[in-house]
């Protein structure tokens, strides 16, 4: 596993970074620092706040507490400085169905204003990387789960961000995709990208460098996935999950 290179310089960092809808406090007091090459998973129940978590730091939505700091910016007051420093692959990523492959990533080179050489050589690139030169002209609808992601990716990369936001990037897509979408991650840590993701599958976190538990807004446990596991007394980072979570919830029940 690539280790992060500059340890000890955060990249991401919040302050009590607090988010309520209502009544409900999606992302509460949250401190996190993700330093610099590092990748970082976030790892939590449904509705936990993973993606609040991501659309605050990412400068799409202000908080409404606290702060947080990404590639040297602040993501509410400078969110545009954000913008152009992170590449951001929502849980629904916004892929063009009736668009080819090449097309989509046009459109989106489009958006970033990246057009001529530049476009043709980083296009031409990123489909050497993931594998995807074959089913350039492949409609975007009728690629498989996979490779929809890959293209997905792609996009979030044409404007060489520094920083990755992936949100479950790999959900319902089958172990063999997920392994080369894997080896993807791992040439981008190589290129020195920082990444911090979301995921559904605990074998994934346990590839991270650090991993963050998220309970109903709150991180309730970060650390290595080898320290988390030692703490907790159990082998696996699914029985670090399991055992974190119902803990919360007796606290919550007292
Ligand atoms: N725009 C919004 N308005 C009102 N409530 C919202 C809004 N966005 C999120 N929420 C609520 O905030 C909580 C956290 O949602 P969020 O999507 O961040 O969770 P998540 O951890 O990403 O869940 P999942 O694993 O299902 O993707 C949920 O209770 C959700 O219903
Ligand atoms: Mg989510």
Known sequence: MPS???????????????????DLTAVDHLDLSVAQGEIFGLVGPDGAGKTTTLRLLCGLLDPTEGSARVA???????????????????QRFGLYQDLSVQENMDFYADLFGIVGTERATLSADLLRMTRMEPFRQRQAGKLSGGMKQKLALMCTLLHHPQILFLDEPTNG??????????????????????????TAYLDEAERCNRVGLMYKGRLIRCDTPEALKRQAGVETLEGVFVNSVHAAEALEAK
């Open 173 to 198: 897509v089958d172990p063999l995709s997920r392994r080369d979408f894997w080896a993807i991650l791992y040439q981008l840590l190589k290129d020195g990208i920082t990444i911090l993701m979301t």
């Open 4 to 22: 992060p290179e500059k340890a000890m310089q955060p990249i991401i960092e919040t302050t009590g970074l607090t988010r309520r809808f209502g």
């Open 72 to 90: 040297g910016y602040d993501s509410a007051r400078q969110s545009q400085s954000v913008k152009d420093h992170i590449g951001y692959m929502a």
